[in-house]
C-alpha cells in the first residue's frame, strides 16, 4: 500500500511541476532588464512595464531614457541602429496577433524616418511611438 501512495504523491508532482507555467527565457530576461533600466533611471518596475508595454504614455526625459536603455540592453539598438526584425520579434511576444498584424506593417517605414541624429532618449521613444499598437 505504501508502494501505490509513493507513487500516486510522484505522480502528482510530475503533473503538478509540469503543468506550471514557466516564464520563457525572453520575459524573464526582459523583466531583468526592465529592472536595471528602471533602477538606472529612477522609474518604478510597475510605471517601467507598462510604458514597455504601451499601456502608459512616456511623459519625461527619464522614461524616455528607460526606453533607451531598453532597446540597448535587450540588444535593439547597438551601434547607432535599431535592429527592427529583434523588435518586431518582442513586439509578437507582447500584443495581441490582431494589433501585432496592424502593426507591423507599418512599423518598419516608421522607425527608417526615425531622426538618428538625436540623442538616444529622444531616438527610443520615436521607436517607441513607431511600436504603439493601434
Given at each position: 500500500m505504501k508502494f501505490v501512495t509513493v507513487i500516486a504523491v510522484v505522480c502528482y508532482l510530475f503533473v503538478a511541476t509540469n503543468s506550471l507555467t514557466?516564464?520563457?527565457s525572453s520575459r524573464s530576461d526582459s523583466?531583468?532588464?526592465?529592472e536595471k533600466?528602471?533602477?538606472?533611471?529612477?522609474?518604478?518596475?510597475?510605471?517601467?512595464d507598462k510604458l514597455v508595454k504601451h499601456t502608459k504614455p512616456v511623459s519625461n526625459r527619464d522614461e524616455k531614457c528607460l526606453l533607451s536603455c531598453f532597446l540597448k540592453e535587450r540588444g535593439y539598438y547597438?551601434?547607432?541602429?535599431?535592429?527592427?526584425?529583434?523588435?518586431?520579434?518582442?513586439?509578437k511576444t507582447i500584443l495581441s496577433d490582431e494589433k501585432?498584424?496592424?502593426?507591423?506593417?507599418t512599423f518598419k517605414t516608421c522607425v527608417s524616418k526615425v531622426d538618428?541624429?538625436?540623442d538616444t532618449c529622444e531616438i527610443a521613444n520615436d521607436v517607441?511611438?513607431?511600436?504603439e499598437p493601434s
Open positions: 514557466t516564464p520563457s523583466l531583468e532588464v526592465l533600466c528602471s533602477n538606472e533611471n529612477n522609474i518604478s518596475l510597475l510605471i517601467a547597438v551601434n547607432g541602429e535599431i535592429d527592427t526584425e529583434k523588435i518586431l520579434q518582442y513586439l501585432y498584424k496592424r502593426l507591423e506593417g538618428k541624429n538625436k517607441h511611438l513607431c511600436a
